[in-house]
């Protein structure tokens, strides 16, 4: 499944200086905490834990991609 606003990120192209060529091996990356499992996220428990309350993010870009991920999760 993909999202909508995935198709507008932008991606940020490392050069390689000996090869001349992009290296976009970094964008297969996922993070995975060590001996610790995460539960996934409910979206509808999510919404209704969120009903009448405001939820901002504050920051630069990361905080923006924070903010896209989310709603492409719910």
């Not at 991606?11 to 091996?25: C, F, N, R």
């Not at 630069?60 to 999760?73: F, G, K, P, T, Y």
Request: a positive charge; hydrophobic letters at 35%.
């Amino acid at each position: 499944m993909s999202c909508v606003l995935q198709e507008k990120k932008l991606s940020v192209l490392i050069i390689m200086p000996s090869k001349g060529s992009p290296d976009k091996d970094y964008e297969n990356y996922r993070w995975k905490p060590t001996k610790c499992e995460l539960p996934g996220i409910d979206p509808k428990k999510f919404l209704e834990l969120m009903k009448g309350k405001t939820l901002a993010f504050i920051g630069d870009s990361v905080a923006r991609n924070q903010m896209e991920s989310l709603l492409c999760i719910l």
